[in-house]
Structure formats: structure tokens, C-alpha cells
């Protein structure tokens, strides 16, 4: 092992043990081998181990509660671990390979998810380009790069640009994938959260309704992606005054949230802004949403003051109606 390596091998060690995601180990681990992931593992002391379902914070039903990191610093310190995996990448395999582009994707979406969206941008183009070159137009791989290359754009409301790099995105999942495949259930609800911002809502509600019952029947009732897509499809009740459709969705939602993350999870805050403040906003209960808000801002120590949900939630108590 080179020193470069090994210095990456301890540098990665010791960050996963403060609470790190999943973003820095995919940054270099797939490059070290699955002798370093084990070595690893076993550095990691147990009450930081991440949870097989997903990066900070969810659990398998019964199983332990995981940390949950502080996510905009992790992304900020996950940045050179990025980096590194893609010179590491470049130097053994040179630019035009599926491990290059695979480099190129991991930094271009966190750039994105810390808001460097002109950074993000010509990264995941590349990425696009070299794995369709590489790999072929229909690779699952392909999927994956366009989804990412989506999102961004619908978090610019770039939605014409969006929405046939999604819609392709999902052909490719249901193709290599299988219809019921849980990649399948994101991409359909990624389409139909698209829509719903553009209050497409016949169009939106097929899609979110067939992603909730593939996450169900594929990942379990009480699985976190249960909940983002019981928001979803009650986001869409609600923008269509459809409240009682609406309510008992966003009770699960939260329910969900409450035994897989714990009570004082910044999903949990976010989920409570989305759901019931907004529905209690529309109903005209705007005391009521207002001190929803007001809770929800406890993410603030979580996710930082500059992150979109933060400025969302305090133009929502600047904007309603109602006693101050």
C-alpha cells in the first residue's frame, strides 16, 4: 500500500468515526479493495456505524439508531475525499472509464446538495457523457447520472430541462432494474414531485401513487422512503384542497419518521414543516402553522443557517397571515 493510500485509508477512518455519511466512503472506498472495507468496519466504533438502509439516521426495524452527522459540514469535508477517489480514479483507469465518471458524479452531486450548483453542473455532463460512451445509452449507470443531472436542474426550476432527463432516467431503471425495483419507486416519485411543483397534478398523482406502493411492497411499511413518498402524494392532496385524503398520510408520514430516526432528527423537523404546517397553512390555521414553523427551525443547528429548508421555513413565518 502507497503512503497516499494509506494516509487516505487512516484520513477515512478517523472521519467515519466522528459521524461521518456515506458520501466520503464512497468517495475512496471503491478504489482500496474489500480488505480495507473490512479493516475498516472494524475501526468504526459500533454507535457510528452506518445503518445498511441508508447514510445517517435511518434503522432497520429493531435494529440499533445510527448517529446522524451534521450533513452540510460532512459534504464540506467529504469534498477531498471526492477529489482524491477521482485522481485515484484518472491515474489507474485515465479519464474515459466508468470509475472516472463514477468520481465525477459522487463530487458533481455534493456540490449540488451545498448549493455549488455552477460547479455541479459540467461535472455531472461529464460524468453523462463518459458512461453513455462507455458503457452504452441503457446502462443503469446512465440512469443514475441523469437522475442526478435532473435534480439539478429541478432545484434551478429548470423543469423543461428536467423532465425528459427524468423520464429517460426512469425507462432505463424499469429496463436493467425491474418495474418494482426501489430505485424505480425514487425515480417514479422524482417525476412526480417534478409535476407537482409545476401543479401538474393529474399527472403527478399516478406517479407518486405507484412509487408509495413499491416502497411498500418492496422495502416494508415503516421504511424512510415510505415516508418521503407518503409526503409526497399528501403534498399533492393538499395543494388540491383534498384535506382529508391529505391528513392521514402526513400522520403516517411522521410516524415513520418517528420510529426510524427518533424524535429530534432534522428529517423529522423538515417532515413537520412539509406536512402539517403546510396543511394547516392552506386550512387557514395559520397560528397553528406558524408555531410549527417556529419548531421546525430547530434544524437550524443541524443543517446551518444557510441551508434552503432554513430560508424556506423563515419565509414562511415572515409570509403568514394571521397573530404574531
Not at 485515465?94 to 455549488?116: C, F, I, M, N
Not at 432545484?155 to 429517460?168: C, N, V
Not at 415513520?256 to 423537523?269: C, M
Amino acid at each position: 500500500m502507497t503512503r497516499n493510500v494509506a494516509d487516505a485509508e487512516t484520513s477515512l477512518i478517523v472521519h467515519f468515526a466522528g459521524g461521518c455519511s456515506r458520501v466520503a466512503w464512497i468517495a475512496i472506498a471503491r478504489s482500496l479493495g474489500p480488505s480495507f472495507r473490512a479493516r475498516f468496519r472494524d475501526s468504526v466504533p459500533a454507535n457510528h456505524r452506518l445503518c445498511p438502509d441508508s447514510a445517517g439516521g435511518a434503522r432497520r426495524p429493531g435494529g440499533p439508531r445510527c448517529a446522524a452527522p451534521p450533513h452540510r459540514q460532512v459534504r464540506r469535508e467529504a469534498i477531498p475525499f471526492a477529489e482524491q477517489y477521482i485522481a485515484l480514479a484518472k491515474s489507474r483507469h485515465g479519464e474515459e472509464h466508468p470509475k472516472y465518471a463514477s468520481g465525477l458524479q459522487d463530487l458533481g452531486v455534493l456540490y449540488r446538495t451545498l448549493g455549488r450548483h455552477a460547479e455541479a453542473e459540467p461535472l455531472l455532463m461529464r460524468a453523462l457523457a463518459i458512461a453513455e460512451k462507455t458503457l452504452g445509452p441503457d446502462h443503469r449507470h446512465v440512469g443514475t447520472t441523469l437522475y442526478s443531472l435532473a435534480v439539478l436542474y429541478e432545484d434551478q426550476r429548470r423543469y423543461a430541462e428536467a423532465e425528459p432527463l427524468l423520464r429517460r432516467a426512469l425507462s432505463i431503471g424499469e429496463k436493467a432494474l425491474g418495474s418494482e425495483h426501489p430505485t424505480v419507486g425514487a425515480r417514479l416519485d422524482g417525476l412526480g414531485r417534478l409535476y407537482l411543483a409545476q401543479l401538474r397534478f393529474a399527472e403527478a398523482e399516478p406517479l407518486l401513487q405507484r412509487a408509495l406502493a413499491i416502497r411498500e411492497k418492496v422495502l416494508g411499511p415503516d421504511h424512510p422512503d415510505v415516508a418521503r413518498s407518503l409526503g409526497s402524494l399528501a403534498m399533492l392532496y393538499t395543494l388540491q384542497r383534498r384535506y382529508r385524503e391529505a391528513w392521514p398520510l402526513h400522520q403516517r408520514e411522521l410516524e415513520i419518521w418517528e420510529k426510524t430516526v427518533g424524535p429530534n432528527h432534522p428529517n423529522l423537523s423538515v417532515a413537520h414543516l412539509k406536512s402539517l404546517a403546510e396543511l394547516y397553512r392552506y386550512q387557514g390555521l395559520h397560528a397553528e402553522a406558524e408555531q410549527l414553523y417556529k419548531r421546525a427551525l430547530a434544524i437550524e443547528k443541524a443543517l446551518g443557517p444557510d441551508h434552503p429548508d432554513v430560508a424556506f421555513i423563515r419565509r414562511q413565518i415572515q409570509t403568514a397571515p394571521g397573530d404574531r
